[in-house]
């Protein structure tokens, strides 16, 4: 059975830090792009960090850019994805995506085949 899984959420304070990580079952998680994605109440979904399966290629939003990174351990089939940092415009459900292409995008979800079922981060005071 094909899964991602995520987890590391939770409640922070505004300029802390969490640390998420997306665990698979059912593939390798070396043979795919990988990516992170967000959607908070009312807004549409959003990519913010992506490591392609070509190369490692990392790409980032603007608004993640600097205090955001995404890195994968392959041998535990994991992606993580550091953020510090956080503020509370950051709040949101933080969802994992893997996609077949050579190269990853953070500019749409159709790009990606499987996803995870997110997980809840806020950042509050």
């Known amino acids: 059975q094909v899964q991602l899984v995520e987890s590391g959420g939770g409640l922070v304070q505004p300029g802390g830090s969490l640390r998420l990580s997306c665990v698979a079952s059912?593939?390798?998680?070396?043979?795919?792009?990988i990516a992170w994605f967000r959607q908070a109440p009312g807004k549409e979904r959003e990519g913010l960090s992506c490591i392609s399966r070509m190369y490692e290629r990392t790409y980032y939003e603007d608004s993640v850019k600097g205090r955001f990174t995404i890195s994968r351990d392959n041998g535990k089939n994991t992606v993580f994805l550091q953020m510090n940092s956080l503020k509370p415009e950051d709040t949101a459900v933080y969802y994992c995506?893997?996609?077949?292409?050579?190269?990853?995008?953070?500019?749409?979800?159709?790009?990606?085949?499987?996803w995870g079922q997110g997980t809840q981060v806020t950042v509050s005071a």
């Open positions: 059912g593939f390798t998680l070396e043979s795919y792009s």
């Open positions: 995506a893997a996609g077949r292409g050579l190269f990853c995008s953070i500019s749409g979800s159709h790009f990606y085949d499987y």
